[in-house]
């Protein structure tokens, strides 16, 4: 039976980087997904903040121009409009970034296994036998230690006996190219709790191309429908569909209860959405699966050499999660706000000084994901980035 040091399941960023980097540190690495190409289907819209795109070298045809304007809109489209002399945004091209990252995994040694949807894993004296459905049937290998990276739902947390996601809101998406010109690249976000409970519409234009979102509690709307009307109530100053081409849609689940707990224990841990490493208040995760990744790559290798049991207490959610108290009392209130005359009033309040300071922190500070590079880099020796 073939045997590997680290299986990953799941090829989406997190999954990637963390290949990436234990590869290059020796280590034989599995990384599979139950796709047969990481072009299928993207369910991220891949909006790069300005804290990861300064801290990691990600390839720069893989992001659109940059976005320095958003303009926020209350339920009676009411306008304020907030601007950095920062480039703020990049909207990523993320099936080529995907491929791009692929690529340098195989290049460090990774063993790519595309169409294996995971089954579940046995204990074994050596570590664990995994099991997969590779469509021609179940195949089985050994591997030292298991990563869940395989999205909100992870099947592997539950396999593993570690916490999984309770909370979360659903999004849907549709991608154009051939949009007229609307001034400079700006994040559009619309605050409407009828349209989208609990979260935001949005429109992100970089000259290039065009999402068109809505995201919000599912018991609360149902997101196609929700789509639709938001996309009957955009102005044609916003987006001319008329000469636009529809190019992708996509949708899914984004956890917002903050990182879950216990996400590591002796058989493996999580990554990325699995482990919950998402901003509750923004929703954004392509800065905390990063930075996660990074801390779990440096904590499984001390593992894998060592075997001390206790080494896995660095990568305790519960030490991560005081990082995060403010924006989970945040997300209580976004989750309970559904009275749209409240949420007016709440908009022109942005209008003033102290609440537009506020907002600009929201959207334009670096505080999204404590940096755990920093924070653990004097305990355990974490690898360069990207």
């Known amino acids: 039976m073939e045997e590997f040091d680290v299986t990953i399941v799941g090829a989406g960023l997190a999954g990637l980087y963390l290949s990436q980097l234990l590869a290059q540190s020796g280590w034989r690495v599995a990384l599979t997904d139950r796709k047969r190409s990481l ?14 795109l300064e801290d990691f070298a990600l390839p720069q045809d893989c992001l659109g121009p940059p976005i320095r304007d958003v303009t926020l809109y209350s339920p009676r489209l009411r306008a304020v409009n907030l601007s950095s002399v920062h480039d703020e945004f990049r909207v990523g091209r993320m099936r080529l970034l995907y491929s791009r990252l692929l690529k340098r995994c195989m290049h460090a040694g990774v063993e790519w296994l595309p169409e294996m949807r995971y089954v579940g894993h046995a204990v074994t004296d050596k570590g664990v036998s995994i099991t997969f459905d590779n469509h021609r049937g179940l195949c089985r290998f050994g591997t030292r230690y298991v990563v869940g990276a395989d999205g909100a739902t992870s099947r592997v947390a539950e396999t593993l006996g570690l916490d ?10 549709e991608v154009f190219k051939g949009v007229k010109p609307g001034g ?5 976000c619309f605050l409407d709790p009828r349209l989208a409970p609990g979260y935001i519409a949005w429109i992100t234009n970089d000259g290039e191309e065009t999402h068109v979102g809505v995201g919000g509690y599912a018991a609360k709307f149902d997101p196609a429908q929700a789509l639709v009307e938001f996309r009957n109530r955009i102005p044609p100053s916003l987006v001319d569909f008329g000469t636009a081409e529809l190019i992708d849609r996509r949708g899914g689940r984004i956890p917002v209860n903050g990182i879950l707990p216990r996400i590591a224990n002796e058989r493996g841990l999580l990554v990325g959405d699995a482990a919950g490493a998402v901003s509750p208040l923004t929703a954004g995760g392509l800065d905390a699966c990063l930075r996660l990744s990074e801390v779990a790559a440096s904590v499984i290798g001390k593992y894998l050499r060592t075997s001390d049991a206790r080494v896995l207490a660095l990568y305790s959610g519960e030490r991560f999660r005081t990082r995060f108290v403010s924006r989970l009392w945040m997300r209580r209130i976004a989750a309970n706000v559904a009275n749209p005359e409240l949420l007016e009033v709440a908009c022109m309040s942005l209008r003033l000084p102290l609440f537009r300071s506020f907002a600009r922190h929201i959207f334009f500070g670096r505080g999204s994901f404590p940096d755990l590079k920093l924070e653990y880099e004097h305990s355990v020796p974490l690898p360069q980035r990207l």
């Open 164 to 173: 999984r996601n309770s909370e979360w809101i659903v999004g849907c998406e």
């Open 39 to 52: 072009e299928e289907s993207v369910h991220t819209t891949g909006i790069f903040v300005r804290k990861t």
């Open 184 to 188: 400079s690249p700006r994040l559009h």
